[in-house]
Nanobody, 123 residues
Framework: QVQLVESGGGVVHPGGSLRLSCAVSGSDYFAIGWFRQAPGKGREGVSY????????YFADSVKDRFTISRDYATSAVYLQMNSLKSEDTAVYYC??????????????????WGQGTQVTVSS
């Protein structure tokens, strides 16, 4: 059973940075992904990283601003968010999946989810 717990959310000004953490327990997964849900909207795939090879994916909306990484000692996954915009305001979730679809993130493929952490970008 994979368990995930997000942390690191908070309030930042536009242009600022924030690093989210996902503590991962268990190893039965192919990749860890980050999704976000803005007020009044559905969940949007943001980024993923595969467990074995460290292959990564980024949504066009965050490409060149966000990075994803793993701590191989603790299995934690991090989402470094730079140049934040008000449009990045959302609850951010990490989740695990037994596989990925190339060049997209399908919410229904992710089987285990954390509880989410709030990110607010505001002046």
């Amino acid at each position: 059973q994979v368990q995930l717990v997000e942390s690191g959310g908070g309030v930042v000004h536009p242009g600022g940075s924030l690093r989210l953490s996902c503590a991962v327990s268990g190893s039965d997964y192919f990749a860890i992904g980050w999704f976000r849900q803005a007020p009044g909207k559905g969940r949007e795939g943001v980024s993923y990283i595969t467990q074995a090879e460290g292959l990564t994916y980024f949504a066009d909306s965050v490409k060149d601003r966000f990075t994803i990484s793993r701590d191989y000692a603790t299995s934690a996954v991090y989402l470094q968010m730079n140049s934040l915009k008000s449009e990045d305001t959302a609850v951010y979730y990490c989740a695990s999946t037994p596989w990925v679809t190339i060049a997209q993130m399908r919410e229904d493929e992710y089987t285990h989810w954390g509880q989410g952490t709030q990110v607010t970008v505001s002046s």
